[in-house]
């Protein structure tokens, strides 16, 4: 039976082109893969093939003419010996393709917050505590608040392994994994060439394969060699497997300035990851989070970023002396109730906000103190319930301005309680500049405690 | 151009292979080949969107590889990967319907073709960065290691992502750990419009795992018999825990980088003489032929068994519907909805 060929398509943004030469004549046979034309689209001139075998009834279109659309019949092909004098009638007849005519016009079925009405629902946010009350607890650092928490769940699950530059015999740079290759052996403890965009790309391809890797960057200044494991391979997975398959692993390491290491060492990546949708992204303060929130984690079947700070590695906290607990993602933590104005902060930029309020309360300003512990998910609920109740907002972190998590909540409580707000949302960030070796300048590129104290000033107009 | 370089000498049939198995090695490429022509018409209809990267002329690279591999062993490979899906098994229709973006797709119309998995099949995609699968892979043969099992990876690149860092970095690891890694290098001599020799002046590829210490070799691509006894080779190497091995496939592809590549690069009369005297399905159907295995009829009947399968997966990759539109929200994390939805 004759069938049509239509003018192609040659490029994902072409709708119409010029037949520019046939190069083939009535009567001729093709097969498969022969050029038949010459065709320009907006780009350039293309080289179109016969899909079928069979022999050229009629050429609808001369060549040379200019404006053909995608889909319009150009010539009819027939079986050898058929009868073609029919054939354009009998292709005419036939339906033209449908194209996809669906692709505009669609409805959002789903309002991403940037559409949420202002004042949407009431926050509820979730308090309870994170262990019983009554709960024994020891003094731990955050240092080894970590190391538990990985030895805990390796031993709980067989297909936990830690892998990273140093972490083994050298007993982790900043002595995190320590002890964890003596009791786990070479196995499961491993130590890897310099060679983060490798190892993160083999680490993603594990979790693929069925295990849950802990692969640990020395810091994650480092990680910008590995991001587009981080992002293309682990993050976006699941979705563009249709949910088949995903990267249930970790990343972590420190994040964020140390002190006088410059800037190529110095920075602070949680507004980076949080962007990226299929990551959950946690930067924690405590020791105790610390622990609960690495043990989650490693038990979440997602990838997840796990921020931590050399600075507060060697912090003391109180830690729940538990056999296994966890704190869940998307639960913030409130460190002091206060009723004239909320910090939102998290990791180590809780060190300037509870300094800040310790000040505060000096001059009778009662702050109330959040930590948001992860990123994404975020506890919006905690957030703007503490802002109904004080009408003011504070953010503190160390990262760069442009693009922060702050301006990120700033928004956020601009839409859901526009009305609550007595004064505009002050963002006390990391300033707009590589990061300085000098001491003093280094001093001045961070946030600091006169600057949060300055913020809540500004917002409370005391 | 000829292939460069190979182990196998040209026209060798290796002896130990049966009729019915030439048969199918006939009709696995045959079959890659008409789904790409198809979905190179779909796309011209306007029913495939985007990039799509055709297969056309390297069929003997996967079907020789796969006729090397056991149930289990696993693959993962570039963008180009329609061939690589369909030789391991995998439903025309799904692959067809993800091409044009449909709800009946391998991903649900959400991958596309440059991306799309099948945990089923062991084929962990389908990845759009190029060379980001070869550490993949290696981790994929990582975690058969550390499960203690004897599966095997095919990690899948060309020439273009051979000259990547991290092909480097993971020869490196592969070899140091042991890893059961088949690396395939699919020398089809262009990087896009970059010919090999434009982009390397050390273009035996398979020769650079030496500087880490991996074994590897040359194999003509365009014959299915030498690829499938080096894949064997390869795959008992692994098998038996002596770590990584390098195939630098020697292929040839028909068509442009991408449907919307005018190949300029390269001469039509280039093209015309692979297609005309080293085609690889040519050859087998000749072998077939000639060696009184098949007649004419009865490679015509494939033929229309296959052309037959393409045309359903067309009608159903036109027929199935978009994919709803919930799906935009599911699917971005395993345990949850995403926060923002």
Redesign the interface.
């Given at each position: 039976m004759a069938t049509e060929i239509?003018?192609?398509?040659?490029?994902?943004t072409?709708e119409e082109g010029t037949l520019a030469k046939w190069l083939v004549k009535e009567g001729d046979t093709v097969s498969?893969?022969d050029?038949i034309a010459e065709i320009e689209?907006d780009?350039?001139?293309?080289?179109?093939?016969a899909?079928d075998e069979g022999v050229i009834g009629k050429l609808l279109v001369a060549e040379g003419t200019e404006g053909v659309k995608?889909?319009t019949p150009i010539a009819v092909i027939g079986e050898e010996g058929e009868d073609m004098s029919t054939a354009e009638a009998q292709a005419e007849s036939a339906p033209a393709?449908a194209?996809?005519e669906?692709s505009e016009g669609?409805?959002?079925?789903?309002p991403?917050?940037g559409s949420t009405p202002a004042q949407a629902a009431a926050p509820k946010p979730d308090q309870t505590p994170d262990w019983p009350e009554g709960t024994a607890m020891k003094t731990q650092t955050v240092r080894e608040a970590l190391r538990d928490a990985m030895a805990e769940e390796m031993r709980r699950d067989d297909s936990v392994?830690v892998m990273g530059e140093e972490v083994a015999e050298y007993q982790g740079a900043y002595k995190v994994t320590q002890g964890l290759l003596d009791e786990f052996g070479a196995?499961r403890v491993i130590d890897?060439?310099i060679?983060e965009?490798?190892?993160?790309?083999?680490?993603?391809?594990?979790?693929?394969?069925?295990?849950r890797p802990i692969v640990e960057f020395m810091t994650f200044n480092f990680a910008m060699q590995a991001m587009?494991?981080i992002v293309?391979?682990a993050a976006k997975?699941?979705?563009?497997?249709?949910?088949?398959?995903?990267a249930?692993m970790v990343f972590r390491g420190p994040n964020g300035a140390a002190a006088r290491v410059g800037a190529q060492h110095s920075q602070d990546y949680a507004a980076w990851y949080a962007s990226i949708?299929?990551l959950?992204v946690v930067q924690p303060y405590s020791a105790a989070d610390a622990k609960g929130l690495l043990k989650t984690a490693i038990r979440?079947?997602?990838p997840v970023i796990f921020l931590e700070n050399e600075i507060l590695y060697g912090r003391s906290f109180e830690v729940p002396d538990l056999e296994d607990f966890t704190i869940p993602f998307?639960k913030a933590k409130i460190w002091r109730e206060g009723t004239d104005v909320t910090i939102v902060s998290f990791g180590i930029g809780m060190t300037y906000a509870l300094a800040a309020a310790d000040e505060l309360a000096k001059d009778g300003i009662e702050a109330e103190v959040i930590d948001l512990r992860t990123l994404?998910?975020?506890d919006y609920d905690t957030v703007i319930a503490s802002v109904m109740k004080t009408n003011r907002c504070v953010t503190v972190e160390e990262g760069f301005p442009v693009g922060s998590i702050g301006n990120h909540l700033s928004a956020y409580i601009m839409q859901n309680a526009f009305d609550h707000l007595d004064a505009p949302v002050i963002n006390c960030t990391g300033k707009d500049v590589p990061m300085p070796y000098a001491a003093n300048l280094e001093k001045h590129a961070l946030t600091s405690v006169p600057e949060v104290v300055a913020a809540v000033r500004q917002v409370t107009y005391r | 151009m000829p292939p460069r370089k190979t182990a196998a000498k040209e026209g060798s049939a290796t002896p130990n292979v049966s009729a019915d198995e030439l048969k199918h090695y006939y009709r696995e490429m045959l079959l890659i080949r008409r789904f790409e022509e198809k979905a190179g018409q779909l796309y011209g209809m306007g029913l495939i969107g985007g990039f799509c990267h055709l297969y056309i002329g390297q069929e003997a690279v996967v079907v020789g590889l796969e006729a090397a591999a056991e149930e289990g062993d696993k693959r993962v490979t570039s963008y180009r990967d329609h061939g690589h899906m369909l030789a391991c098994g995998m439903d025309p229709k799904g692959v067809m319907a993800e091409l044009t973006g449909r709800e009946g797709g391998y991903s649900k119309g959400k991958g596309g073709s440059m991306h799309m998995f099948s945990k089923e099949k062991h084929f962990y995609g389908g990845h759009g960065i190029v060379a980001a699968q070869v550490p993949i892979g290696a981790g994929l043969a990582f975690a058969d290691k550390y499960l203690g099992n004897d599966r095997v990876t095919f990690a899948y690149f060309g020439d273009g992502a051979a000259n990547q860092g991290q092909v480097a970095e993971t020869y490196n690891m592969a070899q140091l750990w042991d890893l059961p890694c088949i690396f395939v290098i699919e020398n089809n001599q262009y990087a896009m419009g970059t010919s090999v020799q434009r982009a390397t002046k050390s273009p035996d590829f398979w020769e650079r795992g030496a500087a880490y210490g991996i074994k590897g070799e040359a194999v003509d691509g365009m014959d299915v018999l030498a690829v499938k006894a080096a894949g064997e080779k390869a795959v008992a190497h692994c098998r038996a825990g002596k770590g990584p091995y390098i195939l630098e496939v020697m292929t040839y592809r028909y068509r442009g980088h991408s449907m919307s590549d005018p190949a300029k690069y390269r001469t039509r009369e280039e093209v015309q003489e692979m297609r005309e005297k080293r085609d690889a399905i040519e050859h087998v159907r000749q072998m077939l032929l000639t060696g009184g295995h098949a007649s004419e009829e009865d490679l015509k009947k494939i033929d229309k068994e296959i052309k037959e399968i393409v045309n359903e997966a067309a009608e159903f990759s036109k027929e199935s519907p978009e994919p709803h539109l919930d799906e935009l929200w599911t699917d971005i994390y395993a345990d949850a909805a995403p926060q923002n939805a």
């Open positions: 239509l003018m192609p398509a040659l490029s994902p072409m498969a893969g050029i689209t780009k350039a001139t293309m080289e179109f093939e899909v995608v889909n393709p194209a996809l669906t669609r409805a959002d079925p789903a991403a917050n392994f196995k890897t060439p060679t965009h490798g190892f993160a790309g083999l680490g993603v391809g594990a979790a693929f394969g069925g295990l587009d494991h293309n391979s997975t699941l979705y563009m497997s249709g949910g088949q398959m995903g249930p949708p299929g959950k979440d079947p997602n998307g994404r998910p975020i | -």
